[in-house]
């Protein structure tokens, strides 16, 4: 197959340096919603284009595609495809994890035999994260399962824990798996990742196929680098509009889903673009595509372009091919938001979708505060709730957990100096205000884990959280309630005890 029957426009081939053949990243353009914040639309032109511009650049574009096509084209060995077609793809990465790396690693033997060997050693990123800092014997056992897979497979990359009291002591350990990810360098734009876990579509934010499969779709991939997919129709969200300063990736997201729902999505790809989402950091990009999977979408993507290969630069030294939709593609609707007229927001209990305004939640009283995981535990989302400690120069009027992502997060809190603090690092920051201190990295309560799992909801206690599931027993006790929010509005209702618009403490 020729690469240019699928290289998309303005795409180029990036080296081991990340270094790039000088080419045109296509942008769109969208017309502002007037009368409100959002509306749905028909179709959405990108700038027209010069005809004399030279194939080199463009490729030979034989039937219009979206983003996803392309990716899935070139990695099932195809010219062209269609929304619905059954492929086979060629799986540029697999990831697993503590939780469900046990039960592929047993299918992945039972059906290609106990000595079976899996087909790329290079190809496969198991990163325990999920349960690990508890006393939980059947929880140490899958960890304990997995370095024995590891080092009979001689897995390259297994970032590995064996000392519980002290992370530091670990130097391979990494801790929450889609973060480390990125930071490790196995997202890279028009490549397949495909993960043990429903939000492996965060690393979508690099312009790559990323979703979440079964054990036993991953036991497959395990010993044959392969896997059967239907191809998704894509749905647009256009975001343009300046950024308010009180405003972060998360209510993006949580604008989206309460509006289309946790169905609106189903297996549809999410494709982000516009001026908004091309302001936004590689840290920011991750948190849009991370909750695609709360609106049922099967991937989500953001096309790569500065921001992506300047973050890329020093992470890895695989080639790689961004792709990016054809300016005739088809999706299913475009959606657009004039991001400038939006307000910081909530998920009420018992729904991602429940969707509200954080000053219309204003009496809702909570017990606690927790900034953690991959959607919320990033280096930027801590430092967005220091930004506002900061301001307020307060102390917490509730218990306020702190659960970094990675070991590298948890180095930046302690490390790197806020904005304009005077030199104060997040760690001094948090303590002024009276959090509790930033814990061992991990997933830790997102999804409640054993009943020792630090700072899991083991009362019916109220929580506001920078998570991204707000079902019943999600964190814990099957009685809790949680308000999904972004660090912003977390860290301003800690300050309070009441769920609490930020732009109290930035304004």
Not at 194 to 216: E, K, P, Y
Request: hydrophobic letters at 35%; glycine letters at 8%.
């Amino acid at each position: 197959m020729e690469a240019s029957h699928i290289q998309a426009t303005g795409s180029a081939l990036f080296g081991k340096k990340g270094r790039s053949i000088p080419c045109s990243s296509p942008s769109i353009v969208a017309h502002r919603c007037r009368n409100q914040s959002f509306s749905k639309i028909l179709a959405v032109m990108a700038p027209s284009r010069s005809p004399q511009r030279p194939t080199s650049t463009t490729g030979s574009v034989k039937h219009a595609m979206t983003m996803t096509e392309k990716i899935l084209a070139r990695a099932s060995e195809k010219t062209k495809l269609e929304p619905g077609e059954n492929i086979w793809v060629n799986v540029d990465v697999l990831m697993t994890h503590d939780v469900c790396g046990p039960g592929t690693i047993g299918i992945f033997k039972r059906e290609f035999g106990e000595n079976a060997k899996v087909w790329d050693r290079e190809k496969i990123v198991i990163i325990p994260d999920h349960y690990i800092f508890t006393r939980d014997e059947r929880a140490n056992r899958n960890v304990d399962i997995l370095r024995d897979f590891c080092l009979e497979q001689n897995i390259k990359y297994f970032y590995d824990i064996k000392d519980l009291g002290n992370f530091k002591a670990n130097p391979d350990y990494k801790g929450v798996c889609h973060v480390a990810l990125a930071q490790e360098g196995h997202c890279r734009p028009g490549e397949v990742l495909l993960g043990t876990d429903s939000h492996t579509c965060n690393a979508g934010a690099f312009g790559q196929f990323a979703s979440g499969i079964g054990n036993t779709d991953a036991g497959f991939v395990m010993g044959t680098g392969k896997l059967l997919l239907k191809v998704p129709p894509t749905l647009r969200f256009i975001m343009d509009g300046e950024m308010p300063s009180f405003l972060l990736a998360k209510d993006l997201i949580l604008q989206i889903i309460g509006e289309i729902s946790v169905a609106g999505a189903t297996y549809k790809s999410m494709e982000f673009v516009g001026s908004t989402v091309e302001s936004l950091s590689m840290e920011e990009r991750m948190t849009l595509c991370n909750m695609v999977v709360e609106a049922g979408g099967k991937n989500g993507v953001v096309p790569a372009d500065e921001t992506t290969f300047n973050y890329l630069e020093d992470k890895t030294s695989v080639e790689y091919q961004p792709m990016y939709s054809d300016e005739n593609a088809r999706f299913v609707h475009d959606y657009k938001f004039d991001v400038s007229k939006l307000e910081p927001l909530v998920a009420k209990p018992h729904s991602p979708d429940n969707r509200a305004l954080a000053r219309e939640c204003r009496d809702v009283k909570i017990d606690r505060v927790y900034i953690g995981s991959c959607t919320g535990g990033k280096t930027e989302d801590f430092m967005a709730a220091a930004k506002i400690f900061l301001a307020s120069g307060n102390k917490v009027k509730v218990p306020t957990f702190l659960v970094p992502a990675t070991q590298k997060v948890w180095m930046d809190l302690y490390g790197l100096p806020v904005p304009g603090s005077g030199g104060k690092t997040c760690s001094q920051i948090f303590e002024n205000a009276g959090c509790d201190t930033p814990t061992s990295p991990s997933c830790g309560a997102c999804l409640g884990g054993p009943r020792d799992t630090y700072a899991r909801m083991n009362e019916p206690q109220v929580c506001v959280s920078t998570t991204n599931r707000n079902f019943p027993g999600r964190m814990g006790h099957k009685e809790g309630q949680i308000y999904l929010a972004s660090p912003y509005t977390a860290a301003a209702s800690a300050l309070t005890g009441f769920v609490t618009d930020p732009r109290e403490f930035l304004q």
